[in-house]
Every structure is written in C-alpha cells, then in structure tokens.
C-alpha cells in the first residue's frame, strides 16, 4: 500500500495547530477568571462515594441524599418507614408516637450505611423500658452540624419533633464544605462547577468558549454561580454557630435541643492504642483533634452541648478499624448514654404532651 505522505503531514500539522488554539484559548480564558475545561469537556455529574449506589440522590439545599431507589432504604420498609430522607422506627408514617426524638448527625448516625445505628438502638431502648415515643433518624454520612441545620429546617420540624440531637463533631473538621463557606458541602461545590461547564462545546470547549466571547456571543459562556458572602469564622465557631441556631430553632417550636460531641479513638481515649485501629490519613486524625481541643470547651459554656468522647472507655471492640466508625457494641453504648441524658426530657415531653390534650 502506498502511503500519502503529504497528507499525513498535513493532518498531524492541523491536529497540531488545532492543539495549540486550545491550549492559547484555555490560558487567555483562565487569566479572565473563566474555568474552562480543555480540548474535551464531560458534563458527567461527579459522585460523592466510590459507592455509586450510597448517594445517587441530588439534594437542591445539602448536596446529596439517601433516596428510595436504594437496595439499603428498600430493606429498610420490611421493619420501619422510609420518609425522604428519614428512618421512621415505627411501621408506619401514622404510628409516629409523642415524644418524637429526632436524631442527626453524619455516616456515624446514618441509619442505612451499615445497618444497624444508634438511634435505632435507643428505639429499641425505649420499647423495652416501655416507654410510648418515636425515634427518627436523618443521620446522613458526610454531613456536619451545617446540614444537620439545614435539615432540621427544611425537614426535621415536620415531624414536630419534641426533643432534637445533634450527634457530631468529627464530620465539622473542614472537608466536608466549600472553603470559606461552610454551608455549602463540598459536593455542591463539585455539581455547582459540573453543571455549569454544560453550556459549553462537548469538543475544544476553550477554543469555542472564546471565539463566541470574541463574536459577542455569550449563551455559551459558563453559568455563573455563587456560594455567598465568605465566612471569616473558625471552624470551631462554625460549629457553635450551628449548634446554637439548632438549639434557638428547636426551642422556639416546643423542643429541647441536645447536641453530643462524638467519641473519636484517638482523642483523649486508650483505644488510641489498639494495633488494630488505623487512623485515616491526609491530615483526618490531626483536623480531628485540632477541632476537638477547640469544641471540647463549649459544654462549659453551653450546658445543652455534652462531651460524649469518653463514654466507650472501658468498653473493647467498640470501633472499627478506622476508630470513627462503631461496632454494633458502640452503638448501643452510645444508645444507652444518650438515654440516661435525655430520659428527663422524655418525661417532660410526655407529661407536657398530656397537660395540653
């Protein structure tokens, strides 16, 4: 076969100086602040998880959430109710009994990851102290105290809950917002970006981005977005900045507010020293511990805050491996504890509730 070898030069010099145009547009279209994607640009959304099925529901206000379409949430119904977003322990919506206890937190207590949790627990607490109330659980793993408000605003107040827990800490070290912005989780930052490069050409993104720039034609140009006005908050001021709003919101809707810093295995703990624990690394155990020392202090200021880190002492094989996450034995520890603070509250409720009907 007789190879054209003019034609082959001609064609690997115009896919040369094609490459060069995109390379000058992306540089000129990054030095005018605009991100733009080079040669090819994917519109594919970005996951949360490796775990595609763990959070493949888009939330508008958190970012992410459990939806009904997953295999966990579907198990969920053989024993309680699934409500958008929620564990329900009770069989059915219209069985929700007062006092209602409303539990957030992150993956530590999600009620569908790793199927068994805290809150379920302390349901089960109740029933064999026969006591008359329903848990429900909006425990979501990867939100801090920031969606927790978010949530109980949006969401938690319709169950009309009595008493509302915040158990947290860990998930407020940084990673899980936007920089500056500490309402805005990290994934919405990610979908935010995602969506709006979707304007802009599938092929040489940059080179047709500026030559519309050039002919005046700005339909193609990013979307522009904003996370708001820059917080100049610590993280640790973040997080009494939520837990105080949590605590407002709640009283001011008939609920007593408990929020629990969470047992982590390397902060003030002897676990630290169990081979078998592993801490995370990039900085996890250190963001952790630099948070904690700071919000370690809020229960002596704020008495509804409770320093819930040293409750597993005394107890083994509590953790996982990674010393966040618990055991089936941790959760009850935790169950238990939570129980013995907030029993007081259960019996208030419950007498309040009878006064008014």
Same mark, same amino acid.
């Given at each position: 076969?007789? %190879?054209?070898k003019?034609?082959?030069?001609i064609?690997l010099?115009t896919?040369?100086? +094609?490459?060069?145009?995109?390379?000058?547009s992306?540089?000129?279209?990054?030095?005018?602040? +605009?991100?733009?994607p080079f040669?090819?640009?994917?519109?594919?959304?970005?996951?949360e998880?490796s775990?595609?099925?763990?959070f493949?529901?888009?939330?508008p206000?958190l *970012?992410?959430?459990h939806?009904a379409d997953?295999?966990s949430?579907?198990n969920?119904g053989f024993?309680f109710?699934w409500v958008?977003?929620?564990?329900?322990?009770?069989k059915?919506?219209?069985? /929700?009994q007062h006092?209602?206890?409303l539990?957030l937190?992150g993956?530590?207590?999600?009620?569908? &990851?790793?199927?068994?949790?805290?809150?379920?627990?302390l349901s089960?607490l109740?029933?064999?102290?026969?006591?008359r109330?329903?848990?429900?659980?909006g *425990?979501?793993g *990867?939100y801090?105290?920031?969606?927790?408000l978010?949530?109980l %605003?949006?969401?938690?107040l319709?169950?009309e809950p009595?008493i509302?827990?915040s158990?947290?800490?860990?998930?407020d070290?940084g990673?899980?917002s936007?920089?500056y912005h500490p309402?805005?989780? $990290?994934?919405q930052?990610?979908?935010?970006?995602s969506?709006?490069?979707?304007t802009?050409?599938?092929? /040489?993104?940059s080179?047709?981005?500026?030559?519309?720039k %050039?002919?005046g034609?700005n $339909?193609?140009?990013?979307?522009p977005?904003t996370?708001g006005?820059?917080?100049?908050?610590t993280?640790?001021?973040?997080y &009494?900045k939520n837990?105080?709003?949590?605590?407002?919101?709640?009283?001011?809707?008939?609920?007593?507010f408990?929020?629990?810093?969470?047992?982590f295995?390397?902060y003030?703990s002897?676990?630290a020293?169990d081979p078998?624990?592993v801490?995370?690394g990039?900085?996890?155990k250190e963001?952790?511990?630099a948070?904690?020392?700071e919000?370690g202090k809020l229960?002596?200021?704020l008495?509804? %805050?409770h320093?819930?880190?040293?409750i597993l002492?005394?107890?083994?094989?509590?953790?996982?491996?990674?010393g966040v996450h618990l055991?089936?034995?941790?959760d009850k520890?935790?169950?238990e504890?939570?129980? $013995?603070? +907030?029993?007081?509250?259960?019996t208030?409720?419950?007498?309040s &509730?009878?006064? $008014?009907d």
């Open positions: 076969m007789r %190879i054209d003019p034609a082959i030069f064609l010099n896919c040369l100086l +094609i490459l060069c145009i995109e390379a000058v992306y540089g000129v279209l990054h030095k005018q602040g +605009i991100d733009s040669l090819i640009n994917d519109p594919e959304l970005p996951r998880s775990n595609e099925e763990r493949r529901t888009l939330d206000h *970012g992410y959430a939806g997953e295999s949430v579907k969920i024993n109710t958008d977003g929620f564990v329900v322990y009770e059915s919506p219209a069985a /929700l006092p209602v206890i539990a937190g993956s530590t207590t999600d009620g569908v &990851r790793f199927g068994h949790s805290w809150p379920e627990d089960v109740l029933k064999e102290k026969g006591i109330a329903t848990v429900v659980n *425990g979501t *990867g801090s105290t920031s969606q927790e978010l949530k %605003i949006r969401d938690g319709e169950f009595d509302v827990i158990y947290s800490g860990i998930n070290r990673k899980y936007v920089r309402m805005v989780h $990290s994934y930052g990610k979908l935010l970006e969506l709006s490069k979707n802009q050409s599938k092929i /040489l993104p080179t047709i981005t500026l030559l519309n %050039i002919l034609n $339909s193609a140009d990013p979307i977005f996370y006005v820059k917080s100049r908050m993280l640790a001021k973040q &009494r837990m105080r709003l949590m605590k407002t919101i709640s009283t001011l809707y008939g609920a007593e408990f929020g629990f810093i969470q047992p295995a390397f003030k002897t676990h020293n078998e624990l801490a995370k990039g900085g996890y963001s952790v511990l948070l904690y020392e919000i229960p002596a200021e008495p509804y %805050i320093d819930a880190t040293q002492e005394g107890h083994s094989h509590v953790y996982t491996t990674d055991e089936a034995e941790g520890v935790v169950a504890y939570i129980f $013995s603070v +907030i029993e007081p509250a259960i208030r409720a419950d007498v &509730r009878t006064q $008014s």
